[in-house]
């Protein structure tokens, strides 16, 4: 029994929407003519490629699986893919060759704990690829409280942030940016199910999601893909108002099949907002007994 995934679909959509997002004079092509939709067409693409319209069409229906590292090179450079982008591509064409290793939930050592605990001025959490908060520090279960005491997150066993930004109205309030976290949030979601098509709970957060959220229908439907997560945040916190900080995640691997993303929040030293940091980390001090 074949057990690879039918990632057909996948790339299908993929190649289209990266193609429409193209114009002929971004990629140096003549324009002549009524076009009938937007962005490149496919024998365009092939060009650019050097290959047969043929075969561009073929590998557009989704047909990856015997294709060469160096031809998909050649694509995703027609197709100006970013790096994320470009790992996603190869990631769809390893699938399609073989049954990839599912990925599986673990818990987080001891001493990842520790080092989050040591982290008093920087919000540090783990999540895995379904944006589950897996563990956290003290100061990020204050900064992420919005997210963590949502009525859409309490009866799921984790908190998550996709289902939070989608399904509750008060994340518009909290990310003072929501338009753009709603793109990341879909956009890391997107590439989680290339990297683990097996995963029965990220299909069902994604059905999900799309029942519930016709933002999430068309954010999941533009098939943007975020890998690295970096940048700068703006949230709205009940307890301290506005606040300004910057991001980074990294890959956190727990064992040989799982790796999850470590995320730290800081504010910028003698900055307004990393008074509030402090502000926030001091309600959420233990109090002493007395």
Same mark, same amino acid.
């Given at each position: ?66 294709? *060469? ?6 694509? &995703? ?21 073989? !049954? ?8 987080? /050592? ?34 992420? &409280? ?22 509750? /109205? ?16 879909? &956009?890391?979601?997107? !590439? ?20 519930? *959220? ?17 940048? *700068? ?33 800081? !504010?910028?030293?003698? *900055? ?19």
């Amino acid at each position: 029994m074949d057990h690879r995934p039918d990632n057909r679909a996948q790339i299908r959509d993929f190649l289209a929407t990266r193609r429409a997002k193209l114009t002929p004079a971004q990629v140096g092509l003549p324009t002549s003519g009524r076009r009938r939709v937007p962005g490149l067409r496919r024998e365009e693409v092939a060009v650019l490629a050097g290959v047969s319209t043929e075969w561009y069409t073929r590998l557009e229906k989704g047909h990856i699986g015997g294709v *060469s590292e160096e031809v998909l090179d050649a694509v &995703a450079q027609a197709l100006r893919l970013d790096q994320d982008e470009r790992t996603y591509l190869f990631g769809l064409a390893r699938a399609a060759r073989r !049954a990839p290793s599912r990925r599986r939930d673990v818990e987080v /050592p001891p001493s990842v704990q520790w080092l989050l605990d040591s982290m008093t001025m920087s919000a540090a959490f783990v999540r895995n690829g379904r944006q589950d908060i897996v563990t956290s520090n003290a100061l990020a279960r204050a900064l992420l &409280a919005p997210v963590f005491d949502s009525p859409v997150t309490t009866g799921h066993g984790r908190a998550n942030l996709a289902r939070y930004v989608f399904l509750d /109205p008060d994340s518009r309030r909290f990310f003072v940016d929501w338009d753009e976290a709603a793109v990341v949030s879909a &956009a890391l979601l997107r !590439a989680e199910a290339g990297r683990d098509p097996h995963d029965r709970a990220l299909r069902d957060l994604v059905g999900e999601l799309s029942t519930l *959220s016709t933002g999430f229908r068309g954010q999941w439907a533009a098939h943007d893909v975020r890998i690295s997560h970096v940048g *700068s945040k703006r949230l709205w916190h009940p307890q301290v108002g506005d606040l300004e900080l910057t991001y980074r995640s990294l890959d956190l691997p727990v064992s040989v099949r799982t790796v999850y993303g470590l995320t730290i929040y800081t !504010a910028e030293p003698g *900055s307004t907002s990393e008074e509030r940091l402090k502000l926030l980390s001091s309600l959420a001090a233990p109090q002493p007994a007395g």
